[in-house]
């Protein structure tokens, strides 16, 4: 099966190391053959026709190219949510299976309009964060509240606690409050049903964990399995089967609490309503 990459740019972290992986987890039956690149990378890294001779993979020189030569088609731009409705509207439009890498969108709204264009067009897709597929997360029961804190800035790492703390609390979020200081910040997520999570992030670094109350009792999480092992393997069945997704649910309210966690950051204190 031929896969085709469509990225803002080539050179990172994701792009460097999925086709690896799912050529591994496939058992070779699965290729990244084609990618294509909006700009060469603005950090200082290769430029895309460098990165495609580095990979071995042929250069797409626009994403309809990309589109036409592939089965299946991944939608990166890791770092750069605010790219994915303009990258994503013609593999959309394609009705081949597209995986859209995380963070699937800038807020709730943005959200729905993908979606709702690939729905229209009979288009297989899902979006999702690594965290997920952590063993640490699986197999656990209702969680009353949750305590999550992780590393990194919120615009492009909160997904990663927002996704597992919203797997495990199935629940409509109602609300958000947020603080923040030197290199950390904490926001409170209030549900529908009374149920409650918080979660912070430190800037500089540091581990995923969760401390989980429910009815068994309260549990401490530190994760340490090899989660994105786990992503890719069912980004490789999702290919070979494009019913198996995170649901668009679950991917919706979490934009719409980070699209609120955003403007919440800028009003320390105070709630902030969930729109959706």
Known sequence: MKLAFIDYYL???????????????SNGEMEVSLAYGMIDSPIGGRTNAQWCRDMGIP????????????????????????MHEELSQLPLRSGKPTYIDKTFAPDYATARRIFDLAEQNGTPCYSTSA???ADEYQGLGKADSIASWGPNGFETYSIHQLEPIMMLIKAAPKKVMALSGKDWYQMTIAFEDGRAAVLTGYEKGGNFMM??????????????????????????EFFRDPTKIV???????????????????????EWVEIQQ
Not at 251 to 269: D, N
């Open 211 to 236: 401390n989980i109350t429910g009815p068994d009792g309260q549990k401490v999480i530190n994760v340490a399995s090899d989660f994105f092992h786990g992503f890719i393997v069912h980004l490789v």
């Open 59 to 82: 250069q797409a020189m626009t994403i309809e190219e990309a589109v036409a030569g592939a089965d299946g088609i991944i939608v990166l731009s890791p770092d750069n949510c605010e």
């Open 247 to 269: 649901p668009h649910g679950d991917t919706l309210r979490i934009m719409a609490v980070r699209g609120a966690g955003v403007e919440a950051l800028k009003k320390p204190g």
């Open 131 to 133: 965290l997920r597929y």
């Open 11 to 25: 050179d990172e972290w994701h792009a460097n190391n999925y086709p690896k992986w799912i050529k591994e987890a």
